[in-house]
């Protein structure tokens, strides 16, 4: 199983972009806790968004009110709908997802592969 997010792209300040991840190539019993992680030039990763299979949703300070996270469980996709986006959303993201392969397993920690999203003018 592989988590396979959309490209990013150059965005100024201001602006909008949404953001999908889905997981693909492999048996998928169920999706537990989802997330969008980033990582910035010289600073650690950190959490931005998560969402439970029943969607309930957390946010990081820095985007609550300007970013929102959602999924579709019948397509194992998730999303991240960003706008109003800063100078400092400018990082590389990456899609995190708890995977159940099979019934009667555990869950696995899977990471995209990151996608980088430039917020610049």
């Known amino acids: 199983v592989q988590l396979q997010a959309c490209r990013g792209r150059l965005v100024q300040p201001g602006g909008s972009l949404r953001l999908s991840c889905a997981a693909s190539?492999?048996?998928?019993?169920?999706?537990?806790?989802m997330a969008w992680y980033r990582q910035a030039p010289g600073t650690e990763r950190e959490l931005v968004a998560k969402?439970?299979?029943?969607?309930?949703?957390n946010y990081a300070d820095s985007v609550k009110g300007r970013f929102a996270i959602s999924r579709d469980n019948a397509k194992n996709v998730l999303y991240l709908q960003m706008s109003s986006l800063k100078l400092e959303d400018t990082a590389v993201y990456y899609c995190?997802?708890?995977?159940?392969?099979?019934w009667g397993q555990g869950t696995q920690v899977y990471w995209g592969q990151g996608t980088l999203v430039t917020v610049s003018s």
């Open positions: 995190h997802a708890e995977i159940q392969r099979y």
């Open positions: 190539g492999g048996s998928v019993f169920r999706i537990t806790d």
């Open positions: 969402i439970t299979r029943t969607s309930s949703t």
